[in-house]
């Protein structure tokens, strides 16, 4: 098993974003909204902590640049992923393809 060390605010984020996860290896249709709705953050803290997250190397964060009809501004239509470091979060994801199960620790 994989430990991360991630803030409280953190570890609420990627633990509903991996909540959200309900298909196959990387696909992901969680957004903002979603993660609002799931954590109780709103959008300016939430921009925080996925920043923080991306720096880490522990989402990506896809703002649908060149997708027909969406405005890459409109942070509500960006996609959060997980990335290879966090994706043994999902447990269906770890049972399915066999990846390393991760814990997140809160440092304080």
């Given at each position: ?11 609420l984020v ?31 803290v939430l ?62």
């Amino acid at each position: 098993m994989k430990t991360i060390a991630v803030t409280k605010l953190e570890k609420l984020v990627l633990e509903a974003l991996a909540k959200g996860m309900y298909a196959e290896l990387g696909f992901s249709d969680v957004g903002l909204p979603e993660l609002r709705k799931d954590t109780g953050l709103t959008n300016k803290v939430l921009r925080g902590v996925g920043s923080s997250l991306v720096k880490k190397e522990l989402v990506s964060i896809w703002d649908r640049e060149g997708d027909w009809g969406v405005n890459p501004r409109d942070v509500d239509m960006h996609i959060w992923y997980l990335t290879p470091d966090t994706q043994g979060l999902v447990d269906h994801w770890v049972e399915e393809e066999g990846l390393e199960k991760v814990m997140l620790v809160e440092n304080n």
